[in-house]
């Protein structure tokens, strides 16, 4: 069986989709509580940090308070991970033709 490229990049995206809950736009406050407490049953992050907080006894605003700051902490942790790999990871080679070489030297 052959697949094409194409088709497997519609199987990921797919996949994507299936496995990783997406948040959902939200423009009022409430509706954005609204979120955040419908993503506590898929979100890992969501629900570690809620129920952390339920069972400390946190208040409303300690909890939203604690998951903004683990959420900023995840995503610099994510932005050092994508610097690393771009680090890393080797770039591709560049073929420049003559006529190209002179264009870019001026000549």
């Known amino acids: 069986m052959t697949q094409s490229y194409t088709g497997i990049l519609h ?3 797919e ?7 997406q948040v959902k736009e939200a423009h009022t406050p409430e509706e954005m509580r609204a ?9 890992p992050l969501v629900r570690s940090v809620m129920d952390g907080a339920n069972y400390s006894g946190a208040s ?3 909890k939203y308070t604690t998951l903004a700051y683990q ?4 995503r ?3 932005q050092s991970m994508c610097m690393e790999y771009a680090a890393i990871t080797p ?3 560049f073929i420049v033709d003559d006529k190209a070489l ?3 030297k001026g000549g």
């Open 60 to 62: 409303a605003e300690d």
């Open 15 to 21: 996949m994507k989709n299936n496995f990783i809950e």
């Open 91 to 93: 770039l591709p080679p």
């Open 102 to 104: 002179a264009a870019i």
């Open 11 to 13: 199987r990921d995206a």
């Open 35 to 43: 979120e955040i407490f419908r993503l506590e049953h898929y979100d």
């Open 76 to 78: 610099n942790r994510f």
């Open 71 to 74: 959420a900023l902490r995840e």
